[in-house]
């Protein structure tokens, strides 16, 4: 497999234009997603247009998908034509603070793998430090804001962030009515410190389900629990071994 270039069994991701490539994370967040009966889903920076292929994948609504750099749009649009969901999915060059004033519908879903270190050292790339940090186009507030515009009254919001910057979007969250009812907390190695938090949000209080996924074991080889997550979009993982 090249840089520029991620096949999964039935869709090929290419992200040479891209500042952000298909990584651990973005796989492993859109596998755990639950689409349920969503009609209408909505991808928040979606980058190479990874997430928004996924959930097309295991569902049959409607996707609509947007990002603020104009080069990963295009490349996420030429992904989605090539794939078998074409008829499903649009892609928009927009900011999530312009889309949720022009949007003329709500969503059943809502996900986002957004920028996500807020308080970290800044790269040289600035299409990188775009894609990287919450303070350049998209604070927790906007983000939020956001989805309580565009959200269904009984949708579902997933989102996946570092351990420290998950655990002030739950409380934010929480503030403005969102509540979690989902919480995966996600470990390279078990004896590693939680990585990320995977989790889902609603508008209805309930009791939140918590879990944890391990990635890779201690020969670096992926997990049963990574290889049956993931199995629908990786080829066989256990063949690496």
Known sequence: MS???????????NQQR?????????VLFGAWI???????ILDIGTGTGVLALMLAQKSNAQIDAIDVDAEACEQARENCIASPWADRIKVFHSTLQHFQNHAHAVYDLIVSNPPYFSSSHKASDAARNIARHMDATLSMEDLINGVLKLLSTDGNFCVILPQKEGMLFYEKALLHNLFCTNLTRVKTKIDKPEKRLMMEFSRKMQVMNEDEIVIQEADNFF???????????????????
């Open 3 to 13: 840089e520029s270039t991620f096949h999964f069994k039935k869709f090929t991701i």
């Open 18 to 26: 891209c500042a952000m490539k298909v990584g651990t994370d973005s």
């Open 34 to 40: 639950k689409t349920r009966n969503a009609s209408s």
């Open 223 to 241: 997990t049963e629990d990574y290889i049956q997550l993931t199995k629908d979009f990786y080829p066989d993982l256990r063949k690496q071994r």
